[in-house]
C-alpha cells in the first residue's frame, strides 16, 4: 500500500498520541484533586458512577478515529487487480484516403462506403485490439487500443486534405507491420524507426502535463494473429512503389514475420472521375485533370489487389465493396478462423483508491465517541 501525501502520514500517528497524552494528564490531573479533597478512597466511593474505563475507552475511540480520518485525506492506495485475460486478434484497419477513394461509382462514395462498413464491422471484433491506420502517400496511424470509438473516429477525422497525393501501399505494409510486429523491427532497419508498434495518437501535447499515465501493461501470455486489413481502390502509379506490383516485396516480408494480410477492393471495373479539392479540402465541384487537361478516372485494380491478397498467403483473403450491398460477415468469419491468443492485462501505474474505508471506520468511531457517556449505571438496593 502507498499513500499520494505520505506526510500526513506523520499527522495520523501523532493525533492518537496527543489524544491519549491528553487523557493521562487528565487523569493524574482528577487523581491530584482527590487527594487534596480528602480521603481518596471514600471520595472514590462517593464518585462510584464516574467510569474510568468510560473515559479510557472514548480516548481510545477518538483517537484511532482521528487517525482513520487523516490517513483517508493521505489517500491510501494499492496497484490496480489483473483485469483478466482475454482471447483475441491484433488488428490494423487501414482506409485510403488518397483524392480516388471520392469517385462516386460506390453511393455516396467510395471513402464513405468504406467507413461505413468499416463502423459495422468494428463492433464485431469483440475481444480484439484495433489500431487505425489512414494512408495516402504516407501514413498516419493510432495504438493498438480496445477503444473502437476512438479508432474509428481517427478514421472519419482524416481526409484526403490531411496527407500527400497518392495511395503508397509499401508504407501501408510497412508500417501496419512495424504496429503489429514491433519486437521485430529491427528486420525493417530504419524503416520502423518512430513506429515500434506504437502511434502518438492521444500522447500529451508538448509542454501539456501528463495528469493521467498510461493506465494497464499489456502481456501477450500465448500468439495472437496479428492482421492488416487493408481498405483501398489500388495503388497510385505516379506514388512510391510502381503500383501494387511494387509492394510484393513489402508483403511477402509482413507474411515472413506472421502478418496476415486482407484487402478490400473498393470501387468497380467501370470506375468514375476523381473530384477536384481546394486548398481547404472542400469539393470544388470539378474533375481533377490530368497533364493533358483531361478528367482523371478512376477504376478498381481489382487483378493487382487481388493478387496481393494472395501473395499475403491466399487469394480469398480478397474481398470488394462494389456498387451492390455487402455485408461485413464474409470478413468477420474469415477473422474468427484464424488463432485468438490470450492477451493478459495489469493496472500498473493507475492507482485504487481505498480512502473510503479509512473515512467510513473513522467517522463511525467519533460517533461512537460522542455517543458514550463517561458515567455507568449504578444499582442502589431499594429502601
Given amino acids: 500500500m502507498t499513500f499520494a501525501y505520505p506526510e500526513l502520514l506523520a499527522i495520523a500517528i501523532l493525533a492518537p498520541l496527543v489524544v491519549l497524552g491528553l487523557q493521562v494528564v487528565d487523569e493524574l490531573r482528577r487523581t491530584a484533586i482527590m487527594r487534596r ?206 503500383g501494387v506490383v511494387g509492394v510484393a516485396a513489402e508483403v511477402a516480408q509482413a507474411k515472413q514475420l506472421g502478418v496476415t494480410v486482407f484487402v478490400v477492393g473498393v470501387g468497380t471495373a467501370a470506375g468514375a472521375n476523381v473530384p477536384d479539392l481546394d486548398d481547404a479540402g472542400r469539393l470544388t465541384g470539378r474533375w481533377k485533370l490530368d497533364a493533358n487537361g483531361q478528367p482523371v478516372r478512376s477504376v478498381l485494380e481489382a487483378a493487382g489487389l487481388r493478387e496481393l491478397a494472395e501473395l499475403g498467403g491466399d487469394a480469398s483473403r480478397y474481398l470488394e465493396l462494389g456498387a451492390a450491398p455487402a455485408s461485413t460477415d464474409a470478413l468477420v468469419v474469415a477473422l474468427e478462423a484464424l488463432t485468438r491468443g490470450t492477451l493478459e492485462r495489469k493496472d500498473e501505474r493507475v492507482m485504487e483508491e481505498l480512502f473510503t474505508g479509512f473515512l467510513f471506520v473513522g467517522f463511525m468511531l467519533l460517533v461512537i465517541e460522542a455517543c458514550l457517556g463517561t458515567r455507568r449505571r449504578l444499582r442502589f438496593p431499594e429502601g
Fill in 37 to 242: 479533597l480528602g480521603h481518596v478512597p471514600q471520595i472514590r466511593r462517593m464518585a462510584a458512577s464516574a467510569s474510568t474505563w468510560r473515559r479510557w475507552t472514548k480516548a481510545g475511540l477518538l483517537a484511532v478515529g482521528l487517525a482513520a480520518i487523516t490517513a483517508a485525506a493521505a489517500r491510501p492506495q494499492v496497484p490496480g487487480q489483473r483485469d483478466g485475460a482475454k482471447q483475441g486478434l491484433d488488428v490494423v484497419i487501414a482506409l485510403d484516403v488518397s483524392k480516388s477513394m471520392l469517385a462516386t461509382d460506390v453511393a455516396p462514395s467510395r471513402l464513405a462506403r468504406a467507413r461505413a462498413y468499416i463502423a459495422e464491422l468494428l463492433p464485431r471484433l469483440t475481444n480484439d485490439r484495433v489500431s487505425a491506420m489512414v494512408f495516402a502517400g504516407a501514413a498516419a496511424h493510432f495504438p493498438l487500443s480496445d477503444d473502437k470509438d476512438v479508432a474509428l473516429q481517427f478514421l472519419n477525422d482524416l481526409g484526403p486534405s490531411d496527407l500527400p497525393g497518392g495511395s503508397d501501399l509499401r508504407e501501408v505494409v510497412r508500417t501496419g507491420t512495424c504496429v503489429l510486429r514491433p519486437e521485430t523491427s529491427d528486420r525493417w532497419g530504419a524503416r520502423c524507426a518512430g513506429v515500434r508498434g506504437r502511434g502518438h495518437g492521444g500522447d500529451p501535447l508538448e509542454g501539456e502535463p501528463e495528469d493521467t499515465p498510461v493506465a494497464t501493461v499489456e502481456t501477450e501470455v500465448t500468439e495472437r494473429s496479428k492482421v492488416l486489413v487493408i481498405f483501398t481502390d489500388g495503388a497510385d502509379r505516379d506514388a512510391p512503389g510502381d
